[in-house]
Protein backbone atom coordinates (compact mmCIF):
# COMPACT_ATOMS: atom_id res chain seq x y z
CA UNK A 1 0.00 0.00 0.00
CA UNK A 2 1.15 3.73 -1.16
CA UNK A 3 1.58 5.86 1.57
CA UNK A 4 2.37 9.78 2.65
CA UNK A 5 3.35 11.24 5.34
CA UNK A 6 2.29 14.07 6.89
CA UNK A 7 2.48 16.57 10.03
CA UNK A 8 -0.51 18.00 11.31
CA UNK A 9 -0.85 20.19 14.59
CA UNK A 10 -4.44 18.82 16.32
CA UNK A 11 -4.90 20.74 19.24
CA UNK A 12 -1.16 22.17 20.04
CA UNK A 13 0.53 18.88 19.45
CA UNK A 14 2.01 17.90 16.41
CA UNK A 15 1.37 14.30 14.89
CA UNK A 16 3.71 12.77 12.15
CA UNK A 17 2.23 9.69 10.36
CA UNK A 18 2.02 7.87 7.17
CA UNK A 19 -1.45 7.81 5.93
CA UNK A 20 -3.01 6.16 2.73
CA UNK A 21 -3.31 9.57 0.22
CA UNK A 22 -7.32 9.14 0.42
CA UNK A 23 -7.83 9.10 3.94
CA UNK A 24 -10.04 12.39 4.81
CA UNK A 25 -9.54 14.14 7.83
CA UNK A 26 -12.20 13.57 9.61
CA UNK A 27 -10.95 9.71 9.27
CA UNK A 28 -7.73 10.96 10.82
CA UNK A 29 -9.16 12.76 13.34
CA UNK A 30 -11.44 10.37 14.45
CA UNK A 31 -9.96 7.31 13.82
CA UNK A 32 -6.03 7.91 13.86
CA UNK A 33 -6.00 10.14 16.61
CA UNK A 34 -9.29 8.58 18.54
CA UNK A 35 -11.29 12.03 18.93
CA UNK A 36 -13.94 11.78 18.88
CA UNK A 37 -16.39 14.98 19.06
CA UNK A 38 -15.73 15.78 15.38
CA UNK A 39 -18.94 13.78 14.05
CA UNK A 40 -19.40 12.43 10.54
CA UNK A 41 -23.49 13.48 9.70
CA UNK A 42 -23.79 13.54 5.85
CA UNK A 43 -20.28 12.83 4.36
CA UNK A 44 -20.93 15.68 1.78
CA UNK A 45 -20.10 19.12 3.43
CA UNK A 46 -23.67 20.15 3.78
CA UNK A 47 -24.22 19.54 7.76
CA UNK A 48 -21.31 20.88 9.64
CA UNK A 49 -21.08 18.10 12.40
CA UNK A 50 -18.20 17.76 11.06
CA UNK A 51 -16.18 21.05 11.70
CA UNK A 52 -13.27 21.62 12.57
CA UNK A 53 -11.03 24.91 12.78
CA UNK A 54 -7.94 24.64 10.26
CA UNK A 55 -5.63 27.66 10.79
CA UNK A 56 -8.22 29.83 11.87
CA UNK A 57 -11.42 29.20 9.57
CA UNK A 58 -13.98 26.61 10.16
CA UNK A 59 -14.29 23.73 7.80
CA UNK A 60 -15.81 20.25 6.78
CA UNK A 61 -13.49 17.77 7.37
CA UNK A 62 -15.26 15.34 5.38
CA UNK A 63 -14.95 17.33 2.51
CA UNK A 64 -10.80 17.36 3.19
CA UNK A 65 -8.19 14.64 2.66
CA UNK A 66 -5.91 14.53 5.83
CA UNK A 67 -2.65 14.68 3.47
CA UNK A 68 -4.22 18.39 2.39
CA UNK A 69 -3.68 19.51 6.26
CA UNK A 70 -0.04 18.51 6.54
CA UNK A 71 1.85 21.36 7.85
CA UNK A 72 -1.72 22.98 9.37
CA UNK A 73 -2.84 23.46 12.54
CA UNK A 74 -6.68 21.66 13.62
CA UNK A 75 -8.57 22.78 16.54
CA UNK A 76 -11.54 20.19 17.33
CA UNK A 77 -14.05 20.34 20.32
CA UNK A 78 -11.52 18.92 22.12
CA UNK A 79 -8.93 21.11 21.79
CA UNK A 80 -11.13 24.15 22.27
CA UNK A 81 -9.80 24.26 26.11
CA UNK A 82 -7.79 22.14 27.98
CA UNK A 83 -8.40 23.08 31.51
CA UNK A 84 -12.15 24.46 31.63
CA UNK A 85 -15.00 24.89 29.83
CA UNK A 86 -14.16 27.63 27.04
CA UNK A 87 -16.90 30.25 27.42
CA UNK A 88 -18.63 29.48 24.20
CA UNK A 89 -19.40 26.03 25.83
CA UNK A 90 -20.96 27.86 28.70
CA UNK A 91 -22.79 30.17 27.08
CA UNK A 92 -24.46 27.07 25.16
CA UNK A 93 -25.58 25.14 28.40
CA UNK A 94 -26.20 28.48 29.51
CA UNK A 95 -29.29 29.11 27.19
CA UNK A 96 -30.38 25.67 26.64
CA UNK A 97 -28.55 25.43 22.68
CA UNK A 98 -28.39 21.71 23.27
CA UNK A 99 -30.58 18.96 22.59
CA UNK A 100 -29.18 15.47 21.12
CA UNK A 101 -25.68 17.33 21.12
CA UNK A 102 -24.75 15.97 17.92
CA UNK A 103 -24.29 19.04 16.17
CA UNK A 104 -23.32 20.85 19.23
CA UNK A 105 -19.46 20.24 18.50
CA UNK A 106 -19.62 22.13 15.06
CA UNK A 107 -21.70 24.76 15.95
CA UNK A 108 -19.24 25.37 19.01
CA UNK A 109 -16.07 25.17 16.44
CA UNK A 110 -18.05 27.61 13.91
CA UNK A 111 -18.79 29.79 16.38
CA UNK A 112 -15.31 30.32 17.88
CA UNK A 113 -13.93 30.99 14.63
CA UNK A 114 -16.13 33.58 13.65
CA UNK A 115 -15.71 35.46 17.45
CA UNK A 116 -11.72 35.04 16.78
CA UNK A 117 -12.08 36.91 13.67
CA UNK A 118 -15.25 39.10 14.54
CA UNK A 119 -15.30 39.69 18.39
CA UNK A 120 -18.42 41.79 18.11
CA UNK A 121 -20.35 39.65 15.71
CA UNK A 122 -23.82 40.98 14.51
CA UNK A 123 -26.47 38.70 14.68
CA UNK A 124 -26.63 38.74 11.09
CA UNK A 125 -22.91 37.81 10.75
CA UNK A 126 -23.59 34.81 13.32
CA UNK A 127 -26.49 33.58 11.22
CA UNK A 128 -23.94 33.49 8.17
CA UNK A 129 -20.95 31.99 10.23
CA UNK A 130 -23.60 29.43 11.48
CA UNK A 131 -25.38 28.85 8.12
CA UNK A 132 -23.40 25.56 7.33
CA UNK A 133 -24.33 23.78 10.21
CA UNK A 134 -27.79 21.79 10.79
CA UNK A 135 -29.55 21.40 13.94
CA UNK A 136 -32.70 19.16 13.79
CA UNK A 137 -33.33 19.15 17.58
CA UNK A 138 -32.99 23.08 19.02
CA UNK A 139 -33.54 25.75 15.73
CA UNK A 140 -31.64 27.98 15.76
CA UNK A 141 -32.77 30.90 18.08
CA UNK A 142 -31.32 29.47 21.31
CA UNK A 143 -27.83 28.53 19.07
CA UNK A 144 -27.47 32.58 17.96
CA UNK A 145 -28.59 33.79 21.49
CA UNK A 146 -25.67 31.17 23.09
CA UNK A 147 -22.97 32.40 20.57
CA UNK A 148 -24.55 36.18 21.38
CA UNK A 149 -23.89 35.34 25.32
CA UNK A 150 -20.91 33.40 24.42
CA UNK A 151 -19.29 37.15 22.74
CA UNK A 152 -20.48 39.04 25.60
CA UNK A 153 -18.23 36.56 27.96
CA UNK A 154 -15.57 36.82 26.01
CA UNK A 155 -15.27 40.21 25.22
CA UNK A 156 -15.58 40.94 28.99
CA UNK A 157 -12.44 38.19 30.00
CA UNK A 158 -10.84 40.02 26.69
CA UNK A 159 -9.71 36.07 25.50
Not at 18 to 25: A, W
Not at 52 to 77: F, Q, R, Y
Not at 113 to 132: F, V
Request: some cysteine; overall charge neutral.
Amino acid sequence: MFSIKVSINVNGIDYIRNIDPSLRLIDFIRDELKLKGTKEGCSEGECGACTVILDGKAINSCLMLASSADGKKIITIEGLSMDEMNPIQEAFIEVGAVQCGYCTPGMILSAKALLDKNPKATEEEIKKALSGNLCRCTGYVKIIKAVLLAEEKLNRKCY
